[in-house]
């Protein structure tokens, strides 16, 4: 009974989802696929192992953890080729029927679903765009408001942000308290 009862409110909830617009998938047929949220956890999990950080199990010399493992060129041959699937030799080997060629190698007890050979191709015909994780990125500081009202009692930087969104949105001030 219990089963069946979750059974039902999982297929109300998905109902739910679809009917306002939602998706149950991560992302959307149209979208172009982001590096780090979409394509680095598939190879995280089928190509690490072979082609990651450790130089210990790395087979030939590639890499795919670094940009640069991923995009450069390789005696004649590009990893990933940006906006190029027939120059890119990770959508080859994953797409191949050739045992001796496909990857993840049967050996590995790893292969890749059709959703995930899709997210890839998708992500190299947009140009394979590269994200650096977010913690790399130097924050940059923003100019500070200077159009706020004569009024405005503002004692610091963050009390321009205030003004301006005040503005924007047609309110005032509010009196000390």
């Known amino acids: 009974m219990l089963l069946r009862l979750s059974v039902v409110l999982a297929l109300l909830w998905m109902a739910t ?12 047929a149209r979208d172009v696929p982001d590096f780090s949220r979409d394509i680095r956890p598939i190879l995280s999990e089928n190509c690490f192992q072979c082609h990651g950080p450790d130089k210990e199990t790395r087979k030939a010399g590639l890499r795919l953890d670094t940009r640069d493992g991923i995009f450069e060129e390789r005696g004649g041959y590009h990893p990933v080729f940006p906006g190029d699937l ?27 679903s059709e959703a995930q050979i899709d997210l890839i191709r998708r992500w190299i015909e947009n140009g394979a765009p590269w994200n ?3 913690a790399y990125i130097a924050p940059v500081r ?12 503002a004692t610091n930087p963050i009390d321009h942000f205030v003004a301006q969104k005040l503005m924007e949105v047609g309110l005032s001030q509010s009196d000390r308290a």
């Open 142 to 153: 923003p100019d500070v408001p200077t159009e706020i009202p004569k009024d405005f009692r």
């Open 132 to 134: 650096q994780h977010w």
């Open 17 to 28: 989802l679809e009917s306002f617009g939602g998706s149950t998938d991560s992302i959307g």
């Open 86 to 112: 027939d120059a890119s030799e990770l959508y080859s080997r994953i797409t191949s029927s050739d045992e001796d060629e496909r990857m993840p190698p049967k050996a590995s007890n790893r292969s890749l």
